[in-house]
């Protein structure tokens, strides 16, 4: 366990405790945020004694208030193989009502720990804001920090300070007013590594941001976020959205797929059967994609809604048949290297079966006995698997006549691998191939 502090504009103030209305005095209270940085971890547990305080995965963060005084702190997480959440390490803290606390979770080399930053209570007639900004990106060398009205050029200004990774954080008060947030490179301010959209700062505010690795978990190269009691991402100036696509829908020919509007050429032309397109930048926005023959514009066969989120990869897959009709799914990728497991994704694009039983097992496990990963109707998709990294055999299953469809087909498997599976009608008609993509491709 490490745990390290940082104590920014400390003061001495004297509070009186309050009574909780039965007589008894109670301590006055204090405020503790919680942030989730650890990008190559699933998810995390931060307790208070024994008490969750927040179940963060990774990006998230939660704020509450109770008591001030002396507590122990816990953080667990559950990695793959264990039956029961892991205990991975803890503190004791004595909480000052004068202050309030960031706690940061990381997990450099997958072994969680955790650093703290402190600020002084803001005033509550406060006639300006007050940002507090938090260096969680190892590896991310040191950055400048510039809150400047849209538009600034950042040679002509002042930087409100520089940070680098750990407790030290940035703390600043600014007036009123509505700015972008740029960070760059420290020295350096003509490289830009984040610009915010419009960001609002009112009197009395007291934000706290985290920057983070995003972990290949999308677009972006870096994160931002307000920790708040619905810690959110904030918006990236210019970020776009990016979205791939595959069919494969039983004739085996090539299709067009169009965003929004056939009159206009399509987005993926002439996609092939069973191929996994190229990512595309997509505008942040609602968006229709629609599937038409190749060069027929005017027949559409399937469409689906979906919405274009900003830093995001999404992958669209389409499936069905001339007689029951194409059918459309968008899922959001998330492609994070976690600590200690491999992660797998399997999509369904095997239209001419109702459903099917995916099993993924250890080398000679007779299915007959085993349960399947899943019952996968389509086009579907898993959420993503950990699996303890070794070797295991893919076999498909028709879920309602039992009969195996493909399989087993032997894979490996490392410790922080990424892997996806695609499935898809087979030639034949009656079977089904299974065809790796992400780590599996060398």
């Known amino acids: 366990m490490k745990i390290v502090h940082s104590f920014l504009l400390l003061s001495f103030i004297v509070i009186t405790g309050c009574s909780d209305g039965s007589g008894v005095i109670r301590p006055p209270p204090t405020n503790v945020g919680v942030f989730n940085a650890a990008s190559n971890l699933e998810s995390t547990v931060f307790l208070r004694e024994e008490r969750v305080q927040a179940q963060m995965t990774y990006g998230g963060g939660d704020v509450a208030s109770f008591d001030s005084g002396q507590y122990d702190f816990h953080v667990e997480h559950s990695p793959v193989g264990a039956t029961a959440p892991v205990r991975a390490f803890s503190f004791s803290e004595t909480l000052s009502p004068d202050l309030n606390y960031i706690f940061v979770v990381i997990a450099p080399g997958g072994q969680p720990e955790a650093f703290a930053v402190t600020t002084e209570n803001l005033a509550g007639d406060a006639a300006n804001g007050r940002v507090t900004i938090v260096h969680a990106f190892e590896g991310m060398g040191d950055l400048d920090v510039y809150m400047e009205l849209p538009g600034t050029i950042l040679s002509n200004a002042q930087p409100q300070g520089s940070m680098s990774f750990g407790p030290n954080a940035l703390t600043f008060d600014i007036a009123p007013d ?33 920057v983070s690795d995003p972990g290949a978990m999308g677009a972006l190269t870096i994160l931002v976020s307000r920790i708040s009691a619905n810690t959110g991402r904030i918006g990236q100036f210019g970020s776009e959205s990016r979205l791939r696509a595959v069919h494969g829908i039983d004739d085996r020919l090539a299709r067009d797929i169009h965003l929004d509007d056939t009159t ?71 492609k994070r290297s976690i600590a200690g497991q491999a992660t797998l994704r399997i999509l369904n694009g095997a239209g001419l079966f109702d459903a099917v039983g995916v099993f993924v097992e250890p080398p000679g496990t007779d299915t007959t006995t085993a349960t399947p990963l899943g019952i996968m109707s389509v086009p579907s998709f898993t959420p993503r698997v950990p699996l303890v990294p070794g070797d295991f055999e893919i076999t498909i299953q028709d879920a309602i006549t039992g009969t195996i469809l493909a399989g087993p087909e032997l894979v490996s498997m490392i410790d922080g691998g990424v892997y996806g599976v695609l499935l898809l009608n087979a030639e034949d008609g009656s079977t089904v191939d299974i065809q790796l993509f992400d780590d599996f491709i060398p």
Do not use: C, K, R, W
């Open 178 to 210: 509505t700015y972008h947030l740029y960070l760059t490179l420290a020295g350096d301010p003509d490289t830009v590594v984040f610009e915010s959209v419009d960001d609002t700062v009112v009197a009395g505010a007291d934000d706290v941001l985290v």
């Open 264 to 334: 206009t050429p399509a987005l993926f032309p002439a996609q092939p059967f069973g191929v996994l397109s190229d990512y595309l930048s997509v505008e942040v926005d609602a968006h229709s994609v629609i599937t038409t023959p190749q060069d027929n514009p005017g027949t559409e066969e399937g469409a689906t809604s979906y919405f274009a989120v900003s830093g995001a990869l999404q992958t669209v897959l389409i499936a069905g048949d001339s007689v029951d009709g194409v059918s459309t799914t968008v899922m959001v990728e998330d």
